[in-house]
């Protein structure tokens, strides 16, 4: 193989950085693309919406870096230290709205998990359920342009809790994660397969495509992750969040297999879904057991962590179908601008 084709095939396509959507979602843009961050009001750091555009475009911008960064921003600005107290600062605002909402006090993780174990008999508030039942091949594909942003680094977030493991819990995260990652085969890369899904809805599968038409809602549900994931002090909190995608997975993509099939999306947006019904089912039983189990063994104290990352999980999925359900009652565009018609 020659040098060129080989530098085509390693080398992974990085989106495009987007404008910013206020004062400081602005200031990280142009501090991606200039090299330096410009003097800021710190008051509007204390005085932003934890759940508002600018804040959370900013957080996703700045980790973002730590994933595939962004097209013509230099590498080196993934250890910017004016970035990083800015996005320490950001954080602060995020976790304290976290905690705020979720302020009953420390839960055990039977009582935050106890729940989710059980399909409830109401499900009107359910999106995958509404997708199932009701639901348009239109919005589908506005589903699926906002998941991209997580689906398309699936799995990604939570490898970084793995060197904080030990025995049990690592060795079950490391089994469940491989699963994520293909078992060894590129092409089953759940990332890979949502891919597939995305070319199935004439959508564009390129990584970040969609970050322009996402809004907050669904920005926070990434940031949760990346957040939890890049502090080793939030380890328990990760777990938690991984555990309650892999015990809420099954019977949503369950529902969301008979939604493609339903709406004839095509054979590998209905595989994409298939394909966890069976495999998410299965990790959800290792990952309470062995990964939350091998945990709580080795560290007894991080159980009212596990419990809030189960939680804030549960907060930030609620508010996100809720922006989307509000859209799409009114028959809006849950985007922050409508995808072509196709």
Known sequence: MSPSALNETVTPVRPRLVEGRGALSAAVTDALRSGRLQPYDPGAVLGADPWGEDLQLALYLMYELHYRGFADVDDAREWDPDLLRLRQALEGRFLHALRGELSDGPKPVEAAFAPLLVEPVDLSGSLSHYLETEGELWQLREYAALRSLYHLKEADPHTWVIPRLTGRAKAAMVAVE???????????????????????????????????????????????????????????????????????????????????????????????????????????????????????????????????????TVLLEDRLAAHIRRAWDQRHTALRTPLPEV
């Open 178 to 312: 491989y699963d994520e990652f293909g078992g060894g085969r590129a092409d089953r890369i759940h990332a890979k397969l949502f891919a597939d899904l995305m070319a199935d809805l004439d959508l564009d599968p390129a990584y970040g495509r969609y970050l322009d038409r996402a809004a907050a809602p669904l920005l926070a549900t990434v940031n949760l992750m990346s957040l939890f994931g890049l502090h080793r002090a939030l380890r328990g909190a990760l777990v938690g969040h991984f555990a309650c995608v892999e015990v809420t997975s099954s019977p949503g993509s369950r529902r969301m297999a008979k939604a493609m099939r339903r709406c004839a999306a095509g054979p590998a947006a209905e595989h994409f879904y298939a394909e966890h019904v069976e495999a998410d089912a299965v990790h959800e039983q290792v990952v309470r057991h062995e990964v939350i189990g091998g945990l709580l063994a080795d560290e007894p104290a991080l159980e009212a962590d596990i419990a809030f990352g189960c939680e804030a």
